[in-house]
């Protein structure tokens, strides 16, 4: 079941092709003991994740080139990241807040499409994309006009009743899974370019918009 899936993407993740009886049996034992960071292997394996990770972020940034420009992808001692300017940044419309939004769980998503699991500080890009989709639901004049009210906080749906809330949230989900779906649609129909980029970033640990023509 759960345990047999992660273990086979434990060995994947750490060793890729070159996979012995002795590196099954440390998946089996890491799976077992919940531990799955300690050697250089390891060390390897991580840092390809975060490369995927990274790359859709990158992917998704492309996507929406009108209004973003990617800039580079790197990966680093500590993780990774990923540069994108504006186009126009005296331009902040509904748009763009919603294509933010999917550029910020183009990585986790990535992750769920190469690996069938995510790291735990993938986390943090679905938390901060969350938060947006209820920043523009709960927090737009036009859904929540009690936001110009004194002494309203970011505290969630302040003043308002219970079934306000329920209606908010149902609306947050329904936001949220649609940038999802869509997000997720993209990126599988781009699996390859996915794992192009991924590879590229993972070879040379930086990859400047000068260089996406030589990977696409």
């Known amino acids: ?24 049996e440390k998946s089996y034992e890491r799976v077992a003991r919940n531990d799955y960071r300690s050697d250089d292997c390891d060390s390897l394996a991580t840092e390809y994740q975060i490369a995927v990770h990274e790359a859709g972020h990158a992917l998704m940034c492309l996507k929406y080139k009108d209004d973003y ?15 994108k ?4 940044d005296s331009i902040q419309n509904y748009r763009k807040r919603i294509e933010d939004i999917a550029i910020c769980v183009g990585g986790y998503i990535a992750e769920k499409i190469v690996f ?19 920043r523009l639901v709960i927090h737009s004049s036009i859904t929540n006009p009690l936001m110009f009210l004194p002494h309203y906080t970011d505290n969630k ?11 908010n949230e149902k609306s947050i989900r329904s936001f949220f899974n649609k940038f999802y779906k869509d997000t997720y649609k993209y990126l599988k129909k781009n699996k390859k370019q996915l794992i192009k980029f991924a590879d ?17």
């Open 200 to 216: 590229s970033l993972f070879d040379k640990k930086k990859i400047s918009y000068k260089e996406l023509s030589t990977i696409f």
């Open 1 to 24: 079941g759960a345990d047999l899936k992660a273990i086979v993407n434990d060995v994947y993740l750490r060793c890729k092709d070159k996979v012995t009886t002795d590196d099954i």
């Open 69 to 83: 420009s990617f800039y580079r992808a790197c990966l680093t001692k500590d993780g990774g990241y990923v540069e």
């Open 116 to 134: 069938k699991q995510v790291d735990v500080g993938s986390y943090t890009d679905l938390e901060k994309a969350f938060e947006s989709c209820e």
């Open 157 to 167: 749906n302040y003043l308002a009743s219970e079934e306000r809330r329920t209606t």
């Open 85 to 88: 300017y504006d186009v126009d």
